[in-house]
């Protein structure tokens, strides 16, 4: 998750600027939904989405209502709240109000979508689902229940069954171009050590 860019490279070289200058051509124009926004690398995601990709066309966010929270109380929430990172115990905090002042028009195509994953056909609207059809390209899968303590069934029902809903909206999507599926502590949990490859 993390971005070279021209602030941050150390040796004074444009080499990390032409990396972030292509990410950023990559999204312009795109639209994402991201599952999972309230989670802590949903919340890393959205962040790095509207600080570096300013040119990027919508981003719709799959949440779910709380008792007694509306999806628009729960969205304001998330904008207003801090993304927390570890880095061996050291925490900074990056707040979404700072991707907001730097980009504010970004801010502006972040879109609320009232859904569940755990739900069929995600529990979306039919006016919210044709829209998500024709205006998504790619999509972030990062919603997940990360409890070891958790039911088998609710995990299955999640992790598994939510993450087989989220695929069968892409296969309707009009324009795709990519699926992204951050998968839980428990994928492949037999390997010492997991690479990022297709597994059976």
Same mark, same amino acid.
């Given at each position: ?41 949903? *919340?890393? %995601? +959205? ?9 990027? #066309? !919508? ?69 919210? *689902?044709? %829209? +998500? ?9 990062? #919603? !997940? ?56």
């Amino acid at each position: 998750m993390d971005a070279i860019n021209k602030e941050t490279n150390e040796n004074g070289t444009n080499e990390g600027f032409n990396k972030t200058n292509s990410l950023e051509e990559f999204y312009a124009t795109s639209g994402i939904i991201l599952t999972g926004a309230t989670g802590f690398v949903g *919340k890393g %995601l +959205l962040e790095k989405h509207i600080r570096m990709c300013p040119r990027i #066309a !919508a981003i719709f966010i799959l949440l779910r209502p709380e008792t007694n929270k509306t999806i628009e109380q729960r969205f304001t929430k998330l904008i207003d709240d801090p993304v927390r990172k570890c880095y061996s115990c050291f925490f900074q905090y990056l707040s979404l109000s700072g991707a907001k002042s730097k980009h504010p028009s970004v801010l502006s195509k972040v879109y609320p979508v009232k859904g569940d994953v755990i739900l069929p056909d995600l529990n979306l609207s039919r006016y919210d *689902k044709n %829209l +998500l059809l024709e205006e998504v390209n790619i999509v972030f899968h990062v #919603a !997940a229940t990360v409890r070891f303590s958790e039911l088998l069934h609710v995990a299955v029902n999640v992790n598994t069954k939510g993450t087989g809903r989220v695929i069968e909206l892409w296969n309707e999507l009009r324009h795709p171009i990519s699926f992204v599926h951050v998968s839980t502590a428990y994928s492949n949990a037999n390997l010492h050590e997991i690479e990022e490859k297709v597994y059976t």
